[in-house]
């Protein structure tokens, strides 16, 4: 605790005093959006399933994004860590997963959508990505698409539903 302590004091030493406005603009407003906690469901044949609940902070000054989410059933559980990237200025993510895996994405967006690619982990001959709709402030549609490495076309496939329980965890 004591050496992640020194380390945070070095950081920020070599990185001077950081203006109050430092983690602001586009895609920090982005993940705004996103912050809260929240109700996932599965939508099916048959209607929509519980899935899990779903939990996100800003951290670190509103730098960092984390989500937690946890399985209906308990069976299946991520939490993920985020941060803008200075080259790009789009939000890089790891997730963590309960089965062992661990993944890294990119969101971009593309018209009204959040699109989130799967830039690391996973199969590499199959490409995976995450389109993410808002349907209204507190309720948003996430369409899982995934393309053999190289193609162009994207078959649709899991669908949620995510429904906002309260502005903060």
Do not use: K
């Not at 602001?24 to 996932?40: C, H, I, K, M, N």
């Not at 599965?42 to 902070?57: F, Q």
């Not at 969101?107 to 349907?135: C, H, K, M």
């Not at 698409?145 to 903060?168: H, K, N, Y």
């Amino acid at each position: 605790m004591a050496a992640a302590a020194t380390a945070a004091a070095l950081l920020a030493a070599g990185a001077g005093a950081q203006p109050a406005t430092h983690c602001t603009g586009a895609p920090y407003d982005l993940a705004r959006r996103f912050v809260g906690s929240w109700q996932e469901f599965a939508v099916t044949e048959a209607g929509e399933e519980l899935g899990g609940r779903l939990d996100t902070t800003l951290e670190a000054g509103d730098c960092a994004i984390t989500q937690v989410f946890t399985g209906a059933d308990g069976a299946f559980a991520f939490r993920s860590l985020g941060y803008v990237e200075a080259d790009s200025a789009q939000w890089v993510e790891t997730y963590v997963l309960s089965n062992g895996r661990v993944a890294s994405y990119r969101w971009r967006t593309e018209g009204e959508d959040v699109v989130i690619d799967r830039i690391a982990g996973g199969d590499p001959a199959i490409r995976r990505r995450l389109r993410v709709s808002f349907l209204d402030p507190d309720t948003y549609r996430v369409v899982e698409e995934q393309s053999p490495a190289g193609a162009e076309d994207w078959a649709r496939g899991i669908v949620t539903v995510t429904r906002r329980l309260a502005a903060s965890p």
